[in-house]
């Protein structure tokens, strides 16, 4: 069975498949002639993956409107990971963040809606997709200036950044962990499989260390042990998760 295929919705998408499939180097069809595939990545408006088969299949997409992310952005500074990145002090000085795991791209549009400017970086190609459709799609102009979704992995080649705070939400962190949806978590797991080893999530963390100027904050599950086992300045304690905090400066 072929791993990948990019199918287009309707005639009118067929061009934009195509070129996502160039993009993507895996095959395109059009939605009369679908062959059997794990993921069919489908081209229309929303771009979206249809992942399994038959009774098992199921369909992820970016949802900067999904009711979770809503929530958590009217929630405001109540949110744990807004206080972490410490935006929820009247007069904090924190005017960057770079979001070194965008993936579904929930966190950075949550710490965007504080009207931080958000650079997010996304080193999957699909992903990065996914989030730039999304944007495409909803976002307006003041969040879409506000939010800056990049294709590549920040700690590449040891760039410097000018951020006054650098997120990491690694996948693996000690257990499979429920993130935005499990539907997304379970997606995430098969798309990327083991692509996120310790030893990366090592590599951009100490390159974190060193580029913040104000903090370095890591999404863990509740049980995993300290990243690179370096006890946190503080902890921001969730239900089924924690953000452990490293301040710099
Ligand atoms: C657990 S997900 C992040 C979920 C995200 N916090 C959210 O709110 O949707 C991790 C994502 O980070 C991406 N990623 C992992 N390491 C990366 C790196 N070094 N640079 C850029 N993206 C990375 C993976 O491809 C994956 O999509």
């Known amino acids: 069975m072929t791993k990948v295929v990019v199918v287009a919705q309707a005639g009118r998408f067929q061009r934009e498949a195509e070129l996502l499939s160039a993009r993507l180097n895996c095959p ?3 939605s009369d002639a679908v062959p059997e595939a794990h993921f069919r990545i489908s081209v229309g408006d929303t771009l979206s993956v249809v992942c399994g088969s038959a009774k098992n299949a ?25 206080r972490a990145c410490g935006l929820h002090k009247a007069t904090h000085s924190v ?3 770079v979001d070194t795991t965008a993936g579904f791209g929930a966190d950075a549009w949550v710490l965007a809606g504080t009207g931080v400017q958000v650079w997010a970086y ?9 989030l730039e459709n ?13 939010l800056k979704f990049i294709h590549g ?7 410097e950044v000018a951020a006054d705070v650098i997120y990491m939400d690694p996948m693996f962190s000690g257990g499979l962990r429920k993130a935005l949806s499990t539907k997304n978590m379970m ?53 089924t998760h924690r953000f452990d905090v490293y301040q710099r400066g």
Do not use: C
């Not at 996304?122 to 996914?130: G, I, P």
């Not at 999304?134 to 506000?146: E, H, I, L, S, V």
């Open 28 to 30: 395109v069809h059009d």
């Open 58 to 82: 199921y369909n992820v997409y970016v949802d900067f409107d999904d009711m979770r992310i809503r929530q958590r952005r009217q929630a405001g500074s109540k949110d744990l990971l807004v």
């Open 95 to 97: 005017s960057s963040i």
């Open 122 to 130: 996304e080193r999957d190609r699909l992903m990065y997709e996914l």
């Open 134 to 146: 999304a944007r495409k799609r909803t976002m307006f102009a003041n969040d879409a200036a506000r």
């Open 153 to 159: 992995d920040p700690a590449a080649e040891n760039q």
């Open 187 to 239: 997606f995430l797991q098969e798309w990327l499989g083991s692509d996120y080893s310790l030893d990366d999530q090592s590599r951009v963390f100490r390159w974190a260390l060193k580029q913040a100027r104000n903090r370095v904050v890591v999404k863990r599950s509740d049980k995993a042990g300290f990243i690179d086992e370096l006890k946190p300045t503080f902890q921001i304690m969730g239900k």
